[in-house]
T-cell receptor
Framework: NAGVTQTPKFRVLKTGQSMTLLCAQDMNHEYMYWYRQDPGMGLRLIHY???????AKGEVPDGYNVSRLKKQNFLLGLESAAPSQTSVYFCASKPSSTDTQYFGPGTRLTVL | TQLLEQSPQFLSIQEGENLTVYCNSS?????LQWYRQEPGEGPVLLVT?????EVKKLKRLTFQFGDARKDSSLHITAAQPGDTGLYLC?????????????FGQGTTLQVKP
């Protein structure tokens, strides 16, 4: 039981490049979330999903897209990366019955 | 403007000291969560407080929810180096049981041996 895993762990992009971050959970959780964490700002919600095939915007969705084609996976895409998207990205999941979110180890993204 | 204001932002203390960190807001919440995040890892939920005035204890950590459910505190007794980390408070926002969380900016705690 791996919990929540994130791929890759580190990535460096040039401005304008695109990439996809993968989050996978093996706990059969219905809900999944993408956050970004910047110094002095805690975590901010980018997008979330309450079930397979559904997604919704969070607090800071601009510049990001997401997809939830399978229940266990939640993908975060950056179509044209900008230096302002340099951050640590965390994925989380939770069952619909509780309020406990389980976080992955994070992806550190640098956009030059 | 932050919905949740945490203080202090940084705290560096010696092993064995006591400390309190605060999470304040002008809004009322149905519940409030506390997380701890260690360097290079994701946050881990410590506790959820749901009732005004509620006190919960987790070993040397004591969590309190304000009577008006607008604020919370975390008190650590006899801090140890293993308590080092980022402490975050969070509340659920919006309707429909979506689990959308808003986090405070965090308190970074360093406990020196």
């Amino acid at each position: 039981n791996a919990g929540v895993t994130q791929t890759p762990k580190f990535r460096v992009l040039k401005t304008g490049q695109s990439m996809t971050l993968l989050c996978a959970q093996d706990m059969n959780h219905e809900y999944m979330y993408w956050y970004r964490q910047d110094p002095g700002m805690g975590l901010r919600l980018i997008h979330y999903s309450v079930g397979e095939g559904t997604t919704a915007k969070g607090e800071v969705p601009d510049g990001y897209n997401v997809s939830r084609l399978k229940k266990q996976n939640f993908l975060l895409g950056l179509e044209s990366a900008a230096p302002s998207q340099t951050s640590v990205y965390f994925c989380a999941s939770k069952p619909s019955s509780t309020d406990t979110q389980y976080f992955g180890p994070g992806t550190r993204l640098t956009v030059l | 403007t932050q919905l949740l204001e945490q203080s202090p932002q940084f705290l560096s203390i010696q092993e064995g000291e006591n400390l309190t960190v605060y999470c304040n807001s002008s809004s009322v919440f149905s519940s409030l969560q506390w997380y701890r995040q260690e360097p290079g890892e994701g946050p881990v939920l410590l506790v959820t407080v749901v009732t005004g005035g509620e006190v919960k204890k987790l070993k040397r950590l004591t969590f309190q929810f304000g009577d008006a459910r607008k604020d919370s505190s975390l008190h650590i007794t006899a801090a140890q180096p293993g308590d080092t980390g980022l402490y975050l408070c969070a509340v659920e926002v919006g309707s429909g049981n979506t689990g959308k969380l808003i986090f405070g900016q965090g308190t970074t705690l360093q406990v020196k041996p």
